[in-house]
Structures are given as C-alpha cells and as structure tokens.
C-alpha cells in the first residue's frame, strides 16, 4: 500500500503486477501505450514484470499493489 503524491512519475517492474486505486483518480500510460488512460477509485490496472509504467496525479492517490 502506498500514496502518488502530486506529479508525473515513472515506475519500473520487475515482476506482474496489480495497481488497485483505494483513493483518488490516478492517470496511467501502460507499457506500449502512447494514451493516458483515468482509473478512479476502485479500479484496477495490470502490468507486466521487466516493465514500466508512467502516472500522473493532481492530488494525492492511494493504492494497494499485488505482486501476481
């Protein structure tokens, strides 16, 4: 569990991974996108391992990330 605090940030992983937004509207750009795509509270997202992904927040997001 963790908070995006305001800003444009890139994160990498290293194994798949699940992002579930418990706070908040996060924008991501999944790996191989070129669109930023809004996943508001109670949504989640997947990201392959060896990967990354950017976000964006205009407020503070709080998610929990499980490692599949």
């Known amino acids: 569990a ?4 305001v800003g444009e940030f890139h994160f990498g992983t ?6 579930i937004v418990t706070s908040g ?8 996108q070129s669109a930023w795509a809004l996943f508001p509270v109670g949504t989640a997202f997947e990201v ?5 992904f950017d976000v964006r927040a ?11």
């Not at 963790?2 to 605090?5: D, E, H, K, S, T």
């Open 48 to 52: 392959p391992g060896k990967s990354g």
């Open 14 to 19: 290293e194994a798949p991974e699940r992002m």
């Open 58 to 68: 205009t407020a503070p997001v709080a998610y929990v990330c499980e490692f599949l």
């Open 2 to 5: 963790g908070v995006i605090a």
């Open 25 to 32: 509207v996060l924008e991501v750009r999944l790996p191989g």
